[in-house]
């Protein structure tokens, strides 16, 4: 009895493991493209170790809203997503899409605040300007990679 | 010979007797081993399997996750992903095939609990959704509960614990109820906890596997600062605060002392209440009297420390005797007498000695006493140091007048010291000593000494300290200040590879055998134990490993190494010098063990901590073998954190290496005494 369980706990890890990485595959695979503009969170610590912190430029547009919510997002000529308004429920245009928010620390965070690297590599993303991500329309993002001003992904060869 | 529980208060027992005179200095080896639980050459064989499989085990995974990282670029993500889950399923494999009742499928069960934490960290950092950290908390402790039910091991409960505390103190600063303060999140942690220890103690009623104190305790501890922290929330109105902040406290402690003082007597948990109260009751009184360059109220609150600490002591003592009084074997308390006829009868038995049991005379204290009495010295010392500064003054002029006060001040301890032993009496002694040497370094700091003279002076005074009064606690602390201000020097000037000279005088000093330590062990024990204590707090403390490769020469490394090698040789040899011939052979082996742990880390420092560790399990001293234990894991860390220059896989490799050396000696060692004797 206690064995099955062992291994039943075992089972149930892996399943949930691998039915999170499986969902989140799908959704940079098959997700809609949404770009970014990063905004210089503090100058004197956009590099910290192995890490950057990340802030966008939608976050400014979006002063200080009360609770979590959502925003309706369209991409600009550039490509570079733009805030339409916040979310009420009321039907979307064409090519526009739905982005989760949360106030955490008295700011406001789309997706992730982080962008990890192997150890070394921060000159790299230094010259990070874009965020591109992967939604999956009902808004949650997840980030794919960091693209420069000219919109090329970094760190990739 | 049966085999006595290890009672590091009989060993000490047993020691002074010898010292007094009560005993036959050639019976001591026997002595200690009938009363004290003292490691017998069978026991050193168990005690150095274990030591070697843990040490292999660590060396050879922290070289394995140094390798990981190091080719962490050239690996794609379906990789990082098997591996994070293989060690789920190795744990589970292990745990299946030993069975859920050995110890390796306990330690497999735990393995795999464990390393469920590290494989959700990876998923989240792999794919970067943001969410809040404490969402992994959150589902690591519910992916993990189905284990928790079955595996029958309080450390996994413990794990459960702690992770139930993580999640909820994590979620606070997310959730809206944040808006509460931290004060809506103490009154969470301590609910959580106040149903968790009750909870625990009624099956440890019941279940023999619950009943581990020292993981009571974690919930104990937790449920015990929540409640301070409301009380002095209250005390210092930092937010809206009211009376009702201040019940629980009073309710735990009346609680916590019928559990802990009545039903089963738990000194560390006793200790700590008193520490909580002193705290509580110097807040307050502090709060009211203590204000901007207020002598008299630093000098009052400086003394009500020290006095409470003192009273404490008393009580904590008196609790500690009772403890003593009951025989290890016996569940019932023997009649009351100021002696202790467990300890002595049992001698009498074997007829290792004769006559009346000594007279109690200098108790030794347990180390959650010593420990609270320590905490206590230096608060007390702290707010006498400020008072002392007031009427001098931090003006640039008197620099002399508050160095000759702390000179007075160490003075007054010595005199203090050589008239009493009572607590009271040592108390105060430490908060003088500690004060007076404190003054003294400002003092000479405030003169513009150079750094080197002032660390020799400030070591000078702790060791005429140490040779002038002969409180054991007092000598302790002055050779653990002597070796710190001698070391942050060796430090200073890049010569930290000479710092290995005062731990091997340290080492030496533990080199008497148990006859001439008793004769000694006024001098050698606190000696040793400071310079150990102090090397290991250095290094712990500021984590000096890039220094040592750095800075450097390299033959002062060779020497440095040398002088440790022999420390380490010297410790082995004698540790084992009433054994058998084959247990000689095995001390060289276990010496021959340090060479590679010492030379992988490039620092020396491995054998220092190893040192430690082979002291505290033959003196049988557990927080001692808790700092051993610390160092080689501060070790470890450093020489990933620290010392850039090496690639990581060279740094894995060597850990890797000596892992597998250790884990190889470990097998020799296992297949040549079960030829010898029948392993248990």
Redesign the interface.
């Known amino acids: 009895m206690?064995?099955c369980?062992?291994?039943?706990?075992?089972l149930?890890?892996?399943i949930?493991?691998?039915a999170?990485?499986y969902l989140?595959e799908r959704q940079?695979a098959s997700g809609t493209p949404v770009i970014l503009a990063l905004a210089p969170r503090d100058p004197r610590s956009l590099m910290q170790g192995d890490y950057m912190a990340l802030a966008y430029a939608l976050e400014r547009d979006l002063g200080n809203p009360e609770?979590d919510g959502r925003l309706v997002l369209a991409p600009d000529a550039k490509g570079v997503a733009q805030l339409v308004r916040l979310d009420n429920g009321t039907p979307l245009s064409p090519g526009q899409l739905l982005v989760d928010y949360?106030l955490?620390?008295g700011r406001v965070?789309?997706?992730?605040?982080?962008?990890?690297f192997?150890?070394g590599k921060g000159d790299t993303y230094a010259a990070a300007r874009y965020g591109e991500f992967r939604a999956d329309g009902r808004g949650?993002?997840?980030?794919l990679r960091l693209l420069d001003e000219h919109f090329k992904p970094l760190g990739e060869p | 010979m049966e085999t006595t529980a290890p009672d590091p208060q009989a060993r000490r027992r047993v020691l002074d007797w010898i010292a007094a005179g009560r005993l036959n200095p050639d019976h001591a080896q026997a002595a200690l081993i009938t009363v004290a639980g003292q490691p017998r050459p069978e026991d050193w064989r168990r005690n150095l399997d274990r030591l070697l499989l843990g040490l292999g085990v660590l060396l050879a995974l922290a070289g394995l996750v140094l390798f990981i990282a190091a080719n962490w670029d050239g690996m794609g993500r379906p990789t990082r992903f098997a591996l994070a889950q293989g060690a789920v399923v190795l744990g589970v494999a292990i745990a299946w095939w030993q069975g859920l009742d050995s110890r390796p499928g306990k330690a497999g069960v735990i393995w795999a609990a464990v390393a469920v934490g590290p494989l959700l960290a990876l998923i989240g950092q792999t794919y970067q959704t943001g969410a809040d950290p404490w969402q992994l908390f959150a589902a690591w402790l519910m992916l993990i509960s189905p284990w928790i039910g079955i595996a029958r091991s309080a450390l996994l409960v413990l794990l459960g614990v702690i992770l139930a505390n993580t999640t909820i103190g994590l979620a606070w600063d997310e959730h809206p109820w944040r808006m509460l303060g931290d004060m809506g999140l103490f009154w969470f942690l301590l609910g959580l906890n106040s149903v968790v220890l009750p909870t625990w103690e009624f099956l440890a009623k019941r279940l023999d596997w619950m009943n581990v104190r020292w993981a009571i305790r974690v919930p104990a501890l937790a449920s015990l600062w929540t409640a301070t922290m409301l009380v002095l929330a209250v005390i210092f109105g930092r937010e809206a605060s009211s009376v009702l902040e201040l019940l629980p406290f009073p309710i735990l402690l009346a609680v916590g002392f019928r559990a802990y003082r009545r039903q089963n007597i738990d000194l560390v948990l006793l200790s700590a209440g008193c520490l909580a109260v002193i705290v509580v009751i110097t807040s307050g009184t502090g709060r009211a009297i203590l204000g901007q360059e207020n002598f008299f109220g630093f000098l009052l609150t400086g003394l009500l420390i020290t006095a409470l600490t003192a009273t404490a002591g008393i009580w904590l003592r008196s609790v500690s005797r009772e403890v003593a009084q009951i025989p290890p074997q016996h569940a019932k308390p023997s009649p009351t007498r100021s002696t202790h006829p467990g300890t002595w009868e049992q001698l009498v038995a074997v007829g290792l000695a004769t006559g009346d049991a000594p007279a109690e005379d200098t108790a030794t204290d347990p180390w959650p006493l010593r420990l609270l009495q320590g905490a206590g010295g230096w608060l007390g010392a702290l707010l006498l140091m400020i008072a002392l500064a007031i009427p001098v003054g931090f003006a640039a002029q008197n620099e002399g007048i508050l160095l000759g006060l702390g000179l007075v001040l160490c003075a007054a301890n010595v005199l203090t010291l050589r008239q009493s032993t009572g607590v009271i009496g040592n108390q105060f002694a430490l908060a003088l000593s500690l004060a007076g040497q404190g003054a003294v370094m400002v003092g000479m700091m405030g003169m513009n000494l150079s750094w080197p003279t002032a660390a020799f002076v400030s070591a000078a005074v702790a060791m005429a300290l140490f040779f002038a009064a002969p409180a054991p606690t007092h000598r302790g602390w002055c050779a653990g200040i002597a070796s710190g201000a001698l070391i942050s020097q060796l430090i200073h000037t890049n010569h930290f590879a000479l710092s290995t000279g005062p731990v091997a005088l340290g080492i030496a000093a533990l080199l008497l055998t148990p006859p001439a330590q008793a004769r000694w062990r006024t001098l050698a024990r606190p000696l040793s134990r400071g310079l150990l204590a102090g090397w290991a707090g250095c290094f712990l403390a500021t984590r000096m490993e890039s220094r040592w490769s750095s800075g450097a020469t390299p033959g002062l490394i060779t020497i440095g190494s040398i002088l440790e090698f022999l420390a380490i040789l010297g410790v082995a040899a004698l540790v084992l010098r009433n054994a058998p011939a084959p247990q000689k052979r095995r001390a060289w082996l276990m010496a021959a063990a340090a060479v590679p742990a010492s030379l992988g880390l490039v620092v020396p420092g491995a054998s220092v901590a190893l040192a430690i560790i082979l002291v505290a399990l033959e003196e049988l001293d557990t927080p001692f073998l808790g700092l051993g234990v610390l160092t080689l894991l501060g070790l470890i860390w450093a020489h990933y954190q620290l010392d850039y220059a090496t690639p990581l896989v060279v740094k894995g490799a060597g850990l890797a290496g000596m892992g597998f050396a250790a884990l190889s000696l470990w097998f020799i060692l296992r297949r040549t005494w079960a030829r010898e004797y029948a392993y248990a």
């Open positions: 206690r064995k369980i062992l291994i039943l706990g075992g149930l890890v892996l949930a493991a691998n999170a990485i989140r940079l609770q949360r955490r620390q965070r789309i997706g992730t605040d982080a962008w990890f192997p150890e949650a993002v997840l980030l």
